[in-house]
């Protein structure tokens, strides 16, 4: 079973939160507004190339209606089955972890 780095988590995330229009070039967006920081045009394809490999994501190109984009053709960006499965691992360890914070933060009292 494959595992998700930091950043392909991030992505699958990012994914999920764009439902209506993941296109690539938003996902992108919304990683380096949300998460607050910078995402280099390689290193997020390479990432999607890796999660595409590991059967986490799968994507269509799509023709573009944005007369900038010259015609090059749009990638639509989908988590499968595995993806989602490999997120919500994720979610259940960082949960596990996070809720330890509590007594030593003082939350919950």
Known sequence: MS???DFELLVILAILRQPEEPYANRIREDLERNAKRRVTRGAFYRTLDRLQQK???????EPS?????????MRRLHVTATGLAAA????????????????????NE
């Open 3 to 5: 595992r998700v780095r």
């Open 55 to 61: 059967g986490m994501i799968r994507w269509e190109l």
């Open 65 to 73: 209606r944005v007369p900038e984009r010259g015609g090059h053709p």
């Open 88 to 107: 919500r691992r994720q979610q259940e360890v960082l949960l596990r972890f996070l809720n330890a914070l509590e007594p030593l933060t003082g939350e």
